[in-house]
């Protein structure tokens, strides 16, 4: 079994436990317990939101520190640095991806393929925005998912549990779905983390060539 199989598997089982309490708990046609789940749902995500947006939007999740290493200090450096990009951004983007995408299929009854859709563009265009221009980022970061969430709650049908889908379709095409979005965005930012680096590494040697010429003709 590959990777994404195995992962797709993985996914799959704790999507259907998640979705086996959601529906216990909407089994009651209770106005009022709809109400006080969505309630504790949506706090929930804005507190979260707002506690973590600044580092989504941030270009450099993870800095390396070379002014003070030498020799193997250096080599440690550098390794945890790109250790902490190829494990810890990935967990970091899964965690986001899904506690959006999550939150909005459990309080709105539109379809997920068109709310995973949307999560995946949200978080890859503040990704993408990181390294244009970290400012605008920042306010993506607050605009988009609470743009999303009021969308939602416009709906009038908001209160109008839908049953999470079924066994068989988080198998089939709920996961998967969700693991292609996943290494969509996560190859985006890998390609753009290499883009960035080689450009900031061939114009640190050209300032560093330039320099060393300017002493030279002193």
Known sequence: MGITQTVESIGSEITIRIGEIYNTITASEDKTIAFLLSVVILTFYVYVLVLFYSRLSKRDMF?????????????????????????????????????VSYTLIFLSSVNFEHILLVAALVL???????????????????????????AVLLDPAMLERQPFPSEQIIRETFVPLVVFYLKLIIGFEIALRLVYDIFIFFGYRNSSQKKEDNTRRR
């Open 124 to 150: 890859a265009t503040i990704r993408g925005l990181a390294y244009l221009d970290e400012a605008a980022s920042i306010e993506m970061a607050k605009l988009l998912p609470l743009t999303f969430v009021a």
């Open 63 to 99: 800095t390396v520190h070379l002014e003070d290493k030498h020799g193997l200090g250096k080599v440690f450096e550098i390794g945890s640095y790109i250790l902490k990009n190829l494990v810890l951004f990935p967990i970091y983007v899964v965690f986001w991806f899904l506690f």
